[in-house]
Nanobody, 122 residues
Framework: QVQLVESGGGLVQAGGSLRLSCAAS????????MGWFRQAPGKEREFVAL????????RYADSVKGRFTISRDNAKNTMYLQMNSLKPEDTAVYYC???????????????WGQGTQVTVSS
């Protein structure tokens, strides 16, 4: 069992930056591939970024590539999402996710955080 808690969301102007954190407790953090998903009002939850157990591999949605950076610190049991050049269309609830194996879709996720709101004003 893994418990995930996100933090760092908030209100920011377009072009600004935010850094989200996901703190994990429970079973060994480094045993899990981790990721970020987001869900805007009236839309389905979508993939944002993934990172492998060691942090050596990452993958990004095309919509955030070059603007967002996913990272993790296994010594601190924490994953991060650095978001730069934010756009109004990035507005959503951002969820931390974990799975023992690599994953790509929300259906594959084993554990979810409660979500943190990110709002980008124009």
């Amino acid at each position: 069992q893994v418990q995930l808690v996100e933090s760092g969301g908030g209100l920011v102007q377009a072009g600004g930056s935010l850094r989200l954190s996901c703190a994990a407790s429970g079973r060994t953090f480094s045993s899990y591939a981790m990721g970020w998903f987001r869900q805007a009002p009236g839309k389905e939850r979508e993939f944002v970024a993934l990172i492998s157990k060691s942090g050596s591999m990452t993958r990004y949605a095309d919509s955030v590539k070059g603007r967002f950076t996913i990272s993790r610190d296994n010594a601190k049991n924490t994953m991060y999402l650095q978001m730069n050049s934010l756009k109004p269309e990035d507005t959503a609830v951002y969820y931390c996710a974990a799975r023992f194996n690599w994953f790509n879709t929300p259906k594959e996720v084993d554990y979810w955080g409660q979500g943190t709101q990110v709002t980008v004003s124009s």
